[in-house]
């Protein structure tokens, strides 16, 4: 069974920074591009960013690149999701998933609070 | 940059009805790249149906696709209790690798 299983909740405060992580199981990981997609509070699903865990090949939302980083440990089947400093404004639901021309499995979800 | 406008907003029907949701893109797609969710408060969205007419695993078969060009949609047949939750379209290029999702329909029971 596919499984993708992201690290828990968050609370930080303006200007911190954060690495949250999503590890895969039950499928070759580094065949498949992993994505990061978020919701913000009241609104829809918004896509990232994605890498290719095998070669770390990534690639960036145009509105949203140079906001974030995404990386990855294949070692360890593990993408990650990281923020030098974050504001109020990163405040969302970030959910990792598994990339083809769509997303096929999600993890349950990484809450992220930034609040001063 | 393709956009995906999806309609309506909020869709109020009732348990046994028919639901009708539409997805329509800027500029001509390939039916191939088009993707359906649904996403309940306090779950992870879970993928219905991809190159517009395929049922994910394990999908019902009240749920279904269509569509081509500009203009699809997701049709459930007779709406289960828990089938009232948002819908979401999504469009994949693949050069430069990108994805992109419409703003969502709400599906509330009357």
């Known amino acids: 069974e596919v499984q993708l299983v992201q690290s828990g909740a968050e609370v930080k405060k303006p200007g911190e920074s954060l690495k949250i992580s999503c590890e895969g199981s039950g499928y070759n990981f580094n065949d498949y591009w992993i994505g990061w997609v978020r919701q913000m509070p009241g609104r829809g699903l918004e896509w990232m960013g994605v890498i290719y865990p095998d070669d770390s090949d990534t690639r960036y939302s145009p509105s949203l690149q140079g906001q974030f980083t995404i990386s990855a440990d294949k070692s360890i089947n593990t993408v990650y999701l990281q923020w030098s400093s974050l504001k109020a404004s990163d405040t969302a639901m970030y959910y990792c998933v598994r990339s083809k021309n769509y997303f096929d499995s999600w993890g349950q979800g990484t809450l992220v609070t930034v609040s001063s | 940059e393709i956009v995906l406008t999806q309609s309506p907003g909020t869709l109020s029907l009732s348990p046994g009805e028919r639901a009708t949701l539409s997805c329509r893109a800027s500029?001509?797609?390939?039916?191939?790249?088009l993707a359906w969710y649904q996403h309940k408060p306090g779950q992870a969205p879970r993928l219905l149906i991809y190159?517009?007419?395929s049922r994910a695993t394990d999908i019902p078969d009240r749920f279904s696709g269509s569509g081509s060009g500009t203009d699809f949609t997701l049709t459930i047949s007779r709406l289960e209790p828990e089938d009232f939750a948002v819908y979401y379209c999504q469009h994949y290029i693949n050069s430069p690798r990108r994805y992109t999702f419409g703003q969502g329909t709400n599906l509330e029971i009357k």
């Open positions: 190159g517009a007419s």
């Open positions: 500029q001509s797609i390939s039916s191939y790249y």
